[in-house]
């Protein structure tokens, strides 16, 4: 009974202590690198180089040092900002999400690196947050402020009917975040507009080559790529990495990313990009929106082949060709052009 008793008081003093930690660790379905490293007070990067590791990805299973090889038990990582999570609701947008938890978008994007696109979040998602302020000069483990001036300028840009901001600085070499602080102006990436002139950083490169090829072979690269996943089935809430299953704008985003055009994540958002024009005026490469509960809110999204002939991702065939002039025809609200 004694033995017990003192095993039982030396568990606890383990547990409790703030210098005892387990030198591995094996990864648990939702983990991510953050949470493992803040709950074993070490640094993200302190785990990346004790394990090798060349990006952010981790998997159920996985075992990982805590500590540096050949070094004692693990210390405690210097003391570092608060941060919590948020779960991404239904109409969220990260710039929304930045200015409600009193930070900038750029802020925002440092602490999720995984996140390359603003424009591809998902309902359920989480993301870490600053818990206060996003920089409060009494914490000395913060990172450096970013500059107020921006990065020196190698030119500008004008922004083109179906343009992103994501998508300019993909075609231009540079980071979502670069851009942003090169343009201090811009509050919310998800609102820019035809004609407005923004600055490129100094490490900007050109545009790639054929960028400035025709629409009707533009077009043909989207229906190309779209026919790629014929067959595929329908999810609904598909993430945007998925080639196997797809919702009705999981499929155009991938269809779309793959040809270097970048789109929002849900078919109502993607009904405000590009330029709009007549259902009747449609044609190759252009995405028509349905609103199929005729409740006035857009729900579907389809690519246009032809006037007749539509690709999308339905609910009851998965990815598969439809005839327009059908049940969607009278469903059709809206059609945008974005090449």
Not at 255 to 271: D, K, Y
């Amino acid at each position: 009974m004694k033995k017990k008793v003192i095993a039982g008081a030396l568990i606890t003093s383990f547990m409790f202590s703030g210098h005892a930690y387990a030198s591995d660790y094996t990864v648990k379905s939702g983990d991510s690198l953050w949470k493992i490293a803040s709950n074993h007070q070490v640094t993200v990067n302190n785990i990346k180089t004790w394990n090798n590791l060349k990006n952010d990805l981790i998997f159920p299973g996985q075992r990982l040092s805590l500590k540096a090889a050949g070094s004692g038990t693990t210390q405690p990582a210097p003391s570092q900002p608060t941060t919590s999570t948020y779960t991404i609701k239904a109409g969220d947008s990260l710039s929304v999400i930045a200015r409600n938890h009193q930070t900038t978008l750029a802020n925002l994007l440092k602490l999720n690196p995984s996140i390359t696109d603003v424009n591809r979040i998902f309902i359920g998602q989480k993301v870490n947050v600053a818990a206060g302020a996003p920089s409060a000069p009494s914490q000395p483990s913060q990172p450096a402020p970013i500059p107020s001036n921006p990065a020196p300028a190698s030119g500008t840009y004008t922004i083109k009917s179906g343009d992103n901001l994501s998508s300019v600085a993909s075609r231009h070499g540079v980071t979502l975040s670069a851009l942003l602080n090169a343009n201090p102006a811009i509050k919310d990436a998800n609102r820019i507009s035809i004609g407005q002139v923004i600055t490129i950083p100094g490490n900007a490169t050109s545009a790639p080559v054929g960028d400035n090829s025709s629409w009707q072979e533009k077009a043909d690269a989207i229906i190309k790529t779209g026919e790629k996943y014929l067959g595929a089935k329908y999810l609904y809430g598909a993430s945007t990495n998925r080639t196997d299953a797809f919702d009705c704008s999981s499929y155009t985003v991938r269809v779309f990313a793959e040809n270097g055009i970048n789109l929002p994540r849900t078919s109502a958002q993607q009904g405000n990009v590009g330029k709009e024009i007549p259902l009747s005026e449609i044609r190759k490469g252009d995405l028509v929106f349905f609103d199929t509960e005729g409740d006035g809110v857009i729900n579907h999204v389809s690519i246009v082949m032809d006037s007749n002939t539509l690709l999308h991702a339905a609910t009851n065939t998965g990815v598969a060709f439809a005839s327009y002039n059908t049940y969607w025809k009278p469903r059709a609200v809206k059609a945008v052009r974005v090449l």
